[in-house]
T-cell receptor, first 112, second 113 residues
Framework: DADVTQTPRNRITKTGKRIMLECSQT?????MYWYRQDPGLGLRLIYY???????NKGEISDGYSVSRQAQAKFSLSLESAIPNQTALYFC???????????FGPGTRLTVL | RKEVEQDPGPFNVPEGATVAFNCTYS??????FFWYRQDCRKEPKLLMS???SGNEDGRFTAQLNRASQYISLLIRDSKLSDSATYLC??????????????FGTGTRLTIIP
């Protein structure tokens, strides 16, 4: 079984809809992250959490919110989706101290 | 200026050849360095960490030059399975003690039979 899972894997939605992307992990890591990846722009950090209830903005947090209610789960919400939020979204987990991050398989989101 | 810069490629290299990727980073407070590999439509995965003394893992060699703020990855005897995008990644610790990984946009490598 995968250590970091994301649901859904693919989603097509319309402008203005509220969308939630879920991430779960069985690695026991305290730190969790949400990134988006766009062609030519690489991976950009949206939000990250170092512990339950700890929330920190990344470089592109506008238009997104997150929730960390349990160590194993970190959800990303788009309150009112817009077309430029069309991207590949990755959840990741990691340990303190600049160690490796472990990524989920990604969610491909299309906003029409 | 981007915090981490890489040549996007693509690099099209014949099987068995040696290929080298370079990466520069702008923040001198960067503390740790990595190369990640990302296959098409898949998640990034750690390939290797990069140490000041240089390190080798089989056909892969990584080098770090802190003075020049430069990281390299060398792949010898390239295989078809090496075809992927290689991401240069830098860990930066902020003044507040937070750490974050900053990813380069990646260098795309295709090994040609």
């Amino acid at each position: 079984d995968a250590d970091v899972t994301q649901t859904p894997r693919n989603r097509i939605t319309k402008t203005g809809k509220r969308i939630m992307l879920e991430c779960s992990q069985t690695k026991g890591h305290d730190r969790m992250y949400w990134y988006r990846q766009d062609p030519g722009l690489g991976l950009r950090l949206i939000y990250y959490s170092f512990d339950v209830k700890d929330i920190n903005k990344g470089e592109i947090s506008d238009g997104y919110s997150v929730s960390r209610q349990a160590q194993a789960k970190f959800s990303l919400s788009l309150e009112s989706a817009i077309p430029n939020q069309t991207a590949l979204y990755f959840c990741a987990t990691g340990l303190a101290g600049g160690h490796e991050q472990f990524f989920g398989p990604g969610t491909r989101l299309t906003v029409l | 200026r981007k915090e981490v810069e890489q040549d996007p490629g693509p690099f099209n290299v014949p099987e068995g050849a040696t290929v080298a990727f370079n990466c520069t980073y702008s923040n001198s407070a960067s503390q740790s360095f990595f190369w990640y590999r990302q296959d098409c439509r898949k998640e990034p995965k750690l390939l290797m960490s990069v140490y000041s003394s240089g390190n080798e893992d089989g056909r892969f060699t990584a080098q770090l030059n802190r003075a020049s703020q430069y990281i390299s990855l060398l792949i010898r005897d390239s295989k078809l399975s090496d075809s992927a995008t290689y991401l240069c990644v830098v860990n930066i610790k902020s003044n507040f003690g937070n750490e974050k990984l900053t990813f380069g946009t990646g260098t795309r490598l295709t090994i040609i039979p």
